[in-house]
């Protein structure tokens, strides 16, 4: 896919609707295991690692943010022609939908986003950020190894003291890839680690999600990124929610930034409602239950 070996999950019927799932930052498209078991057979879930994660090819170089978008059109394309579509997308990959959805509003029916409504507003010092991209690219990042899997695991507890062990064990095993010189190293590309070498604007961001016209769903963990930075009654909250033509705001209890690990059951339920397909799921759920 242009040019690249990309790797897209698959799970649910192949009749079933269409939703695709576009992961994070320093993550893989098996991030979204869990809410996929509490969707059941509701959607035809297609989720692709984006290039330099998972078993996506690694460029072993600087990336460029605007290929996500490209990468994004191509993985619609291949699998829904021109049709619109319905997205779920969690942080880094949030930010990548809506600046689409502002983009190609045709493309884009629905969409969920998962604990994400950017970021701060950082330092305007442009010289200097492009100078820190600089530096770093002069010398290649190195992965960072851990002694096994089990090890690795330990390190996503300790950062997510929600994650359940059993959890933790299976998203390390999937997280990983065995390092040459021993252990294991995370399954994402050392390069993504780079600064940007350019400013974040939130005046551009928010100037795109004016043109966003597809209904969107805002899931808010209540101890993730989105309440870390703003107060519910925070006025550059509220100025960001009113961005958004057609919005719900919906807040996940006890859940950390990466919600469809910590709330996957509640990402589910939302889902299934938002995208119109609780009566399906639940007449699914009775079939299963019928034949058992």
Known sequence: MRELQYNVRHWGPADAPKLFMLHGWMDSSITFQFVVDALGDAFHVIA????????????G????FADYYADLEAVLTHYAGNAPVWLAAHSM????????????????????????????APAADASAQ????????????????????AAFAERLRTANPRLDAERALFLAHELTL??????????????????????????????NW?????????????????????????????????????????????SGHNVQHD??????????????????????????????
């Open 210 to 254: 004016r043109r966003v016209r597809a209904p969107i769903l805002l899931l808010i963990a209540d101890e993730g990124h989105v309440r870390q930075q703003f107060a519910a009654d925070d006025a550059n909250y509220l100025r960001r929610l009113a961005c958004f033509a057609d919005l719900r705001v919906a807040e996940l209890p006890a």
């Open 48 to 59: 692709p690692d984006w290039r330099g994660y998972g078993q996506s090819e690694w460029l």
């Open 93 to 120: 990959g949030a930010n990548i939908a809506l600046n689409y959805a502002a983009a190609r509003p045709e493309r884009v029916a629905r969409l969920a986003v998962l604990d994400f409504l950017g970021l701060a």
């Open 61 to 64: 170089r600087a990336y460029a």
């Open 178 to 207: 065995e390092f040459a010189g021993g252990g294991v190293v995370m399954a994402c590309d050392p390069w993504h680690r780079l600064p940007s070498p350019l400013l974040y604007n939130v005046e551009e961001w928010m100037a």
């Open 263 to 292: 709330c996957a059951h509640g990402v589910a339920t939302e889902l299934l409602a938002f995208f119109g397909v609780a009566d399906r799921a639940a007449a699914l759920a009775d079939g299963s239950a019928a034949s058992a």
């Open 130 to 149: 492009l100078r820190s991209w600089l530096d770093a690219c002069a010398h290649a990042p190195q992965p960072k190894p851990y002694r096994d899997a």
